[in-house]
T-cell receptor, first 109, second 110 residues
Framework: EDKVVQSPLSLVVHEGDTVTLNCSYEVTNFRSLLWYKQEKKAPTFLFMLTSSGIEKKSGRLSSILDKKELFSILNITATQTGDSAVYLC?????????FGKGTHLIIQP | EAGVAQSPRYKIIEKRQSVAFWCNPISGHATLYWYQQILGQGPKLLIQFQNNGVVDDSQLPKDRFSAERLKGVDSTLKIQPAKLEDSAVYLCAIGNRELFFGEGSRLTVL
């Protein structure tokens, strides 16, 4: 059974701080790893990673994948209150798309 | 970006009652998914359709849950009878590698 573990489960930081969210996985027939941001509604797509060591970047968010150590990180620099959300990591493998429990990030003003 | 409309947005029922959710992909897409997201957890796949056919329903509690996709477009998910532990948000998604989610249907079972 495919497994995705995210850490920390929750994180509270101040505006302007930099945060790193972690995602480790055990997946049969790995195809890709995806990051989503979920506020009060549906998850919205952030990144898809398929190759090790290639950083994906979008504004203040960036992510990288290590297929040898089976993990990914999501970095957010200069955090803003609008970054407060649950960040979900999901891995596409033999069992389809398996999600972790998410990291609940709270940015305090 | 693909759009996915879901209804109803909220539903409150008593245990042992029935409920149905609808998913209407605004843009046509061959692959459609239903996920269950319990509070504090990540989404869990219930069923995956490819056009009209079921690709994976291994985690669907078939004694009470059923789903269909007519004409390879819209889909319905039904729960009959509902249990307390079915309280969750039911998310419909489309896509192949990147999934695009609808806003979900929040079910509360009392």
């Amino acid at each position: 059974e495919d497994k995705v573990v995210q850490s920390p489960l929750s994180l509270v930081v101040h505006e302007g701080d930099t945060v790193t969210l972690n995602c480790s996985y055990e997946v049969t027939n790995f195809r890709s790893l995806l990051w989503y941001k979920q506020e009060k509604k549906a998850p919205t797509f952030l990144f898809m990673l398929t190759s090790s060591g290639i950083e994906k970047k979008s504004g203040r968010l960036s992510s990288i994948l290590d297929k040898k150590e089976l993990f990914s990180i999501l970095n957010i620099t200069a955090t803003q209150t609008g970054d407060s959300a649950v960040y979900l990591c999901a891995v596409l493998g033999a069992d389809g798309l398996t999600f972790g429990k998410g990291t609940h990030l709270i940015i305090q003003p | 970006e693909a759009g996915v409309a879901q209804s109803p947005r909220y539903k409150i029922i008593e245990k042992r009652q029935s409920v149905a959710f609808w998913c209407n992909p605004i843009s046509g897409h061959a692959t459609l998914y239903w996920y269950q997201q319990i509070l504090g957890q990540g989404p869990k796949l219930l069923i995956q359709f490819q056009n009209n056919g079921v690709v994976d329903d291994s985690q669907l509690p078939k004694d009470r849950f059923s789903a269909e996709r007519l004409k390879g477009v819209d889909s319905t998910l039904k729960i009959q009878p509902a249990k307390l532990e079915d309280s969750a948000v039911y998310l419909c998604a489309i896509g192949n590698r990147e999934l695009f989610f609808g806003e979900g249907s929040r079910l509360t079972v009392l």
